[in-house]
Structure formats: C-alpha cells, structure tokens
C-alpha cells in the first residue's frame, strides 16, 4: 500500500494517517517529521538541509526526495507507506513519482480529505490543546466541561499563537494555489480519490478503508 493523503491545514488528514498506520502498520512518512530528524541526527543530508535553514532558505526537492528516498529502505517500508505533507505541488509530485518508479514502488492512491473552507477556519481558531496529556478540544464543536481546563487531568488548555483566522486564510489561500494542479495531476493518473472530510473521524476512516480494499 502506497498512498499519499492530500488536504488543507486542519483538515484532519494527520489523524486519518495515524489510524491508518495502526490498522495497516506502515509507516507514515512526513517530510518536516524527516527534516527535524536528519538535522537532529547530523546525516550529510540533514547537514545540506540545516545550511539551507539556517540561511532563511526554503530546503530544495532534491533533499527532501533524498530523504524520503532513504525512509523508504527502512524495513518498516517495505509493505507500503503513507506519504503526508509532500508533494505540494506538481513539481514535487512529478519529481516523486520519477523516484518511486525508479525504486519499482509506483504510487497506488492520493486520496484527498475534503473540507469546506469555513469549517477548516471553525476548526482551527477553536482548538485548544491540554498542555499536559496533549487531548484536543475544540471551543465549537467538542469544548471541555470547564473553560480553558482539560476534561482528562485538569491541565490547562492552551491555544497556539498562529491559530488565528487572518493566518489560517492566508495558509488556505496558499494550499488552494498549490494543491489545485495536484488534484488534476492525480485524477489524470486515475489515482484520486475524495473523501468527505466532515463529520465523524470514525466514519471518515471508514470511508478512506473503502477505497484502500
């Protein structure tokens, strides 16, 4: 199983790759997850990256393919993986997909977590986080018992300082320009697959199993 999960910030593609790790045990694979590593670890890789991070630059495709092109000689890999926060757009994909067909690992699905807009927005300018056990509330749709004080352990709830609905629209405004070519790319291929990404996390879960049978 190789897929890659395309959706904006907030759209709760990350939850959906953590439940698909747990059912189908294959790793999930996030690029800022393999940046942060590389450097933390000091690989020639991670040195080329922190250079490039440390300038103010953006870190180029080529290391991150290389990266990625590492993960998956992991033995973890070798029955699948979920690719999550790359390819952003359609150099990338391109670029992706020339590095899998040189492993013989062509990609199988990019399935896409659909959102409205708006509920993205509700979503995120609503998240409280507990500072303690890291449980996730929402002031909107899921709010905690007492305000600002988590349900589980009575730790106190914070909100990231970037959850705001002036950066969020600018985030979205961004991911539309990127991922819009993306969704073509992949529907030309016979690879996309939507998913209706409001509502129950379960059943949005299911519906992304559906697709994967």
Same mark, same amino acid.
């Given at each position: 199983?190789?897929?890659?999960?395309?959706?904006?910030?907030?759209?709760?593609?990350?939850?959906?790759?953590?439940?698909?790790?747990?059912?189908?045990?294959?790793?999930?694979?996030?690029?800022?997850?393999?940046?942060?590593?590389?450097?933390?670890?000091?690989?020639?890789?991670?040195?080329?990256?922190?250079?490039?991070?440390?300038?103010?630059?953006?870190?180029?495709?080529?290391?991150?393919?290389?990266?990625?092109?590492?993960?998956?000689?992991?033995? !973890?890999?070798?029955?699948?993986?979920?690719? !999550?926060?790359?390819?952003?757009?359609?150099?990338?994909?391109?670029?992706?997909?020339?590095?899998?067909?040189?492993?013989?690992?062509?990609?199988?699905?990019?399935?896409?977590?659909?959102?409205?807009?708006? !509920?993205?927005?509700?979503?995120?300018?609503?998240?409280?986080?507990?500072?303690?056990?890291?449980?996730?509330?929402?002031?909107?749709?899921?709010?905690?018992?007492?305000?600002?004080?988590?349900?589980?352990?009575?730790?106190?709830?914070?909100?990231?300082?970037?959850?705001?609905?002036?950066?969020?629209?600018?985030?979205?405004?961004?991911?539309?320009?990127?991922?819009?070519?993306?969704?073509?790319?992949?529907?030309?291929?016979?690879?996309?697959?939507?998913?209706?990404?409001?509502?129950?996390?379960?059943?949005?879960?299911?519906?992304?199993?559906?697709?994967?049978?």
């Amino acid at each position: 199983m190789r897929i890659i999960l395309l959706g904006a910030p907030g759209s709760g593609k990350g939850t959906q790759a953590q439940m698909l790790v747990e059912k189908y045990q294959i790793p999930q694979i996030s690029t800022g997850d393999l940046l942060r590593a590389a450097v933390s670890s000091g690989t020639e890789l991670g040195k080329k990256a922190k250079s490039v991070m440390d300038a103010g630059q953006l870190v180029s495709d080529d290391i991150v393919l290389g990266m990625i092109k590492e993960r998956l000689a992991e033995n !973890d890999a070798k029955n699948g993986f979920i690719l !999550d926060g790359f390819p952003r757009n359609q150099t990338q994909a391109i670029a992706l997909d020339e590095l899998l067909s040189e492993l013989n690992w062509p990609l199988e699905s990019a399935i896409l977590i659909n959102v409205n807009k708006e !509920d993205i927005v509700e979503r995120i300018v609503g998240r409280r986080t507990c500072a303690d056990c890291k449980q996730v509330y929402n002031t909107f749709t899921s709010p905690p018992a007492t305000e600002d004080v988590c349900d589980k352990c009575g730790g106190e709830l914070t909100h990231r300082a970037d959850d705001n609905e002036e950066t969020i629209r600018k985030r979205l405004d961004v991911y539309e320009e990127q991922t819009a070519p993306l969704i073509e790319y992949f529907t030309k291929q016979n690879k996309l697959h939507s998913v209706e990404g409001s509502g129950d996390i379960k059943e949005i879960f299911g519906a992304v199993c559906r697709i994967l049978k």
